[in-house]
């Protein structure tokens, strides 16, 4: 009967612990669910913040195919290219430090239309008005360039947009020495790339390679007013005007002897 009791008791016991263990695994179980939702939640978060980051680095600087040899079309986003574009040109000649050897021109690219006169008349009438339309004024000049591009006449468009600016304000005049802004027209294939900046001629047409040598003994005075107004133009036809087309330097041997004539910048009076 000992036996019997002291088994007895034995047998309790060991039931009494196998219901306390069932009961803290159930708890186990739950909290290993509880464990796995937050990890899972963490992971989500952590994705979502690269894939968040990585396309803000894609939106800032995004490099396109221009369409044509030894061009660079940089699209920017929440960038403006004008600012851009000048804040480097003067910086370079500030300091006279050369910083490429493979970048001979750097534009910037405030909108872009097709590469058709009815298409640009249209679309410069509006993009011009911040610096040309009364009471705005201003002097100016043209410059034009056309690649892989022939149906375009440099003398027509310069003319043509020439008369447009004049309409504006009758007090906008052309100077090719010293302008106040430069129009910068560049047509690649069947796209105007249009914009308007100041400075063209102090910081050598923008060519990054000039820029850095010694000024020569009589300087243009620096137009230093602020930043051109309005530097981002109206897109059309769902094209992203905002960015920056960068000439390297292979193309040297082809176009920078063009830079010294008045080949590309000039309207007839």
Not at 15 to 30: F, I, L, M, T
Not at 117 to 127: A, G, H, I, P, R
Not at 140 to 159: L, T
Not at 236 to 258: C, I, R
Request: hydrophobic share 30%; aromatic share 6%.
């Amino acid at each position: 009967m000992a036996e019997t009791g002291e088994s007895r008791k034995r047998s309790k016991k060991r039931y009494a612990n196998y219901g306390n263990k069932k009961y803290r695994g159930e708890s186990d179980v739950d909290n290993g669910a509880d464990d796995d939702d937050d990890a899972e939640a963490a992971l989500k978060k952590e994705v979502k913040q690269i894939r968040s980051s990585t396309q803000k680095r894609e939106r800032r600087f995004q490099a396109l195919d221009s369409g044509a040899n030894n061009v660079v079309f940089i699209r920017t986003q929440h960038l403006d290219p004008d600012k851009l574009v000048h804040h480097i040109l003067q910086d370079l000649h500030k300091t006279k430090k050369k910083k490429s050897r493979v970048i001979l021109r750097m534009l910037p690219v405030s909108g872009t239309c097709k590469a058709f006169m009815e298409d640009m008349e249209k679309y410069l009438q509006s993009f011009l008005e911040p610096w040309f339309k009364a009471p705005n004024q201003g002097t100016f000049q043209i410059v034009f360039k056309a690649r892989n591009s022939s149906h375009n006449k440099r003398d027509e468009v310069i003319n043509a947009l020439a008369g447009l600016v004049g309409k504006m304000n009758p007090r906008n005049k052309v100077d090719l020495t010293n302008p106040e802004y430069t129009i910068i027209i560049e047509v690649i294939k069947a796209v105007c790339c249009v914009s308007v900046v100041r400075d063209y001629m102090l910081l050598r047409k923008f060519n990054v390679q000039e820029v850095v040598k010694p000024d020569k003994e009589q300087n243009l005075p620096q137009r230093t007013e602020g930043s051109s107004k309005g530097s981002k133009g109206q897109e059309q036809e769902g094209g992203n005007g905002d960015g920056v087309t960068v000439q390297q330097e292979e193309e040297k041997t082809t176009e920078d002897h063009k830079d010294d004539g008045q080949d590309h910048s000039a309207v007839k009076p």
